[in-house]
């Protein structure tokens, strides 16, 4: 059974999400009513993912999603973040320090279920291509430079290709058919990319791979 925290600073929508998780036959671990009780919690409850508000008084999403992946021992808990709005600076924010994706408040139910799975298996981001989109509305360009990043030198040229073509918002499916390998040779170029470079969500490979300039944001 997966464990959940719930973290919003509205009560009825904390319960009625509490409420939803229960009834999908989840498990609510915790349920915090801003980001230092979120941090709290987190330490204390140790749970599989945490669904995270982002604009709460006194320490935010963002900090608490920092706080909390930071001192998580082991394996860290997959942080969904909860926002009013999808291009959202704050979300941009939070997928850059280690959240695994975002979901907007009138997400339905049986798609938010679907995200918690989706997260815990680790295999793909939700909704890559948004957020993708989401990163292009806020990155800055990196300038032209005639030798790769120096990032970029732990990594062997497939791990390279396999991270420009995750920045490009392609599942492990689709990325296998474009290097006509199979599935699970390019999750293991994927994690040992993450591992090299100190990563723990998808959202900061895609993130990397604009800093680097492996993917250039669109024209605005």
Known sequence: MIRVLVVDDQVLIRAGLAALLRAAGLEVVGEAADGEEA??????????????????????????????????????????????????????????????GFLLKDTPPERLIAAIHT??????????????????????????????????????????EVLGLVGHALSNKEIAERLSVSEGTVKTHLNRLMAKLGLTSRAQVIVLSYDCGLVRPASR
């Open 39 to 100: 941090v709290r919690l987190a330490a204390e409850v140790k749970p599989e993912v945490i669904l995270m508000d982002i604009r709460m008084p006194g320490i935010n999403g963002i900090t608490a999603t920092e706080r909390i992946l930071a001192a998580a021992e082991g394996a860290p808990p997959k942080v969904l973040i909860l926002t009013t709005f999808d291009l959202d600076e704050y979300v941009f924010n939070a997928l850059r320090l280690g959240a695994s």
């Open 119 to 160: 997260v815990v298996s680790g295999d793909i981001l939700l909704a890559p291509v948004a957020t993708k989109r989401l990163i292009e509305a806020f990155v800055d360009p990196p300038p032209v430079a005639e030798t790769p990043p120096p990032a970029l030198d732990r990594l062997t040229s497939r791990e390279t």
